[in-house]
């Protein structure tokens, strides 16, 4: 089965760029997803297809892939972007795999 | 607007069943698949099964595959999952979430609020 790895936590001070990273093998041939969940939320799309931004998504807030690693960047970070961030591809024999999440933490 | 509203969470025992829905509106439903994910308390983030807007085709994770079914009532805008043989393990959050294609590329671009099932004796 593909398994994606996330770092657990990443604390940025507001107004830094925040990159959080999930790594798999290859995982630069694949399209990932990346959601944002807040407390007691459901989760949002914030990224899919790698680097492409639903409406209403700012534009600081963007998705590169390559090789093992597929990265968030959240530039001009902000007190409400504090949230859990999930990334999410399909494969053929698992289907869909969530990374385990990383909790983002503004100083 | 875009809405799913999930329904049928509750405690039940071990080895007991229980019958999740999501009532989807704001959109042709039946041209949409549609996705049950769950999150454990504290926890991430699981997929557990897909169903394509036809019904024909159907995946499961290897976690409830044989205990749980997908199901939907494209008539009532309705999806289902029948969660049967329960564990403890099985205590999550259960969301719906709908399928998006774009360019051939499938994420999730609506979740609903989620519904808690609690397996304990």
């Known amino acids: 089965s593909y398994v994606v790895t996330q770092p657990p936590s990443v604390s940025v001070a507001p107004g830094q760029t925040a990159r959080l990273t999930c790594g798999g093998n290859n995982i630069g041939s694949k399209s990932v997803h990346w959601y944002q969940q807040k407390p007691g939320q459901a989760p949002v799309v914030v990224v899919y297809d790698g680097s492409d931004r639903p409406s209403g998504i700012p534009e600081r807030i963007s998705g590169s892939n390559s090789g093992n690693t597929a990265t968030l960047t959240i530039g001009r970070v902000e007190a409400g972007d504090e949230a859990d961030y999930y990334c999410?591809?399909?494969?053929?024999?698992?289907?869909?795999?969530f990374g385990g999440g990383t909790k983002l933490t503004v100083l | 607007e875009v809405q799913l509203l999930e329904s049928g969470g509750g405690l039940v025992q071990p080895g007991g069943s229980l019958r999740l829905s999501c009532a989807a509106s704001g959109f042709t439903f039946g041209t949409y698949a549609m996705n049950w994910v769950r999150q454990a308390p504290g926890k991430g983030l699981e997929w557990v099964s897909a169903l394509s807007g036809s019904g024909d085709s159907t995946y499961y994770a290897d976690s409830v595959k044989g205990r749980f079914i997908i199901s939907r009532d494209n008539s009532k805008n309705t999806l289902f999952l029948q969660l049967n043989s329960l564990r403890a393990e099985d205590t999550a959050v259960y969301y719906c979430?709908?399928?998006?294609?774009?360019?051939?590329?499938?994420?999730?671009?609506?979740w609903g609020q989620g519904t808690l099932v609690t397996v304990s004796s």
């Open positions: 999410q591809v399909w494969d053929s024999t698992s289907y869909w795999v």
């Open positions: 979430a709908r399928d998006r294609v774009i360019r051939g590329v499938t994420h999730f671009d609506f």
